[in-house]
């Protein structure tokens, strides 16, 4: 079974403040992907990475940056928290061949005040 | 958001019965994907579907690109299937990431 670890579960920043959200897979995925959960929304695209050193700026990029350092680890950025990225956020790894099925994380729940 | 539509929004359903969940689409895809977020908020990956239909289980689901639908069939829902149904399809940029729909939340009741 597919492995997608977030660290952390929950957390607690102040506006204004650095927030990093860390993703790691050992599925040996080359594709890894951020997306942010709000009500009525359903999940929208963030950052996407095809492999080690790749970002690519998905459907709301905006106030975020992605870090992509090995094929294991896929980190969300929020240099300057403001208190609308208050939301839940999943990673998930795909296989790039054939089948991508998608393998999501467990989710972090970020508060912003 | 409008590019992958789901209906109905929400769905009450009584343990036993059959029901069906689709999602159309308005952007070009070869493929889709459904999953299940459970009440504690973890995403399960249901089906990956090119054309066609595909079975597991108690769930059936059916991709028609040429009419650019899926539909998703619960047969003799079980109280463990209550949760929120998405369903996805490949975004027409690269990396293939998922437009996915608002989702479909299922209540099953005794």
């Known amino acids: 079974e597919a492995a997608v670890t977030q660290s952390p579960r929950n957390k607690v920043a102040v506006t204004g403040g650095k927030v990093t959200l860390s993703c790691n897979q050992t599925?040996?995925?080359?594709?890894m992907y951020w997306y942010r959960q709000d009500t009525g929304h359903g999940l929208r695209l963030i950052h996407y990475?095809?492999?080690?050193?790749?970002?690519e700026k998905g459907d709301i990029p905006d106030g975020y940056k992605a870090s992509r350092p090995s094929q294991e680890n896929f980190s969300l950025i929020l240099e300057l928290a403001t208190p609308s990225q208050t939301s839940v956020y999943f990673c998930?790894?795909?296989?790039?061949?054939?089948?991508?099925?998608?393998?999501f994380g467990a989710g972090t729940r970020l508060s912003v005040l | 958001g409008d590019q992958v539509k789901q209906s109905p929004s929400a769905l009450s359903l009584q343990e036993g019965t059959n029901s069906a969940l689709r999602c159309n689409f308005s952007?070009?895809?070869?493929?889709v994907q459904w999953f299940l977020q459970n009440p504690r908020g973890s995403l399960m990956n249901l089906f990956y579907?090119?054309?066609g239909t595909k079975e597991n289980g108690r769930l059936k689901s059916t991709f028609n690109s040429k009419e650019s639908y899926s539909t998703l069939h619960i047969r003799d829902a079980q109280l463990e299937d209550s949760g929120t149904y998405f369903c996805?399809?490949?975004?027409?940029?690269?990396?293939?990431?998922?437009?996915f729909g608002t989702g479909t939340t299922v209540s099953v009741s005794p």
């Open positions: 998930a790894s795909g296989e790039s061949q054939s089948q991508n099925t998608l393998y």
């Open positions: 599925n040996n995925h080359n594709n």
């Open positions: 990475s095809y492999g080690a050193g790749s970002t």
């Open positions: 952007i070009a895809t070869t493929t």
């Open positions: 579907l090119v054309p």
């Open positions: 996805a399809a490949e975004a027409p940029q690269g990396g293939r990431a998922l437009i």
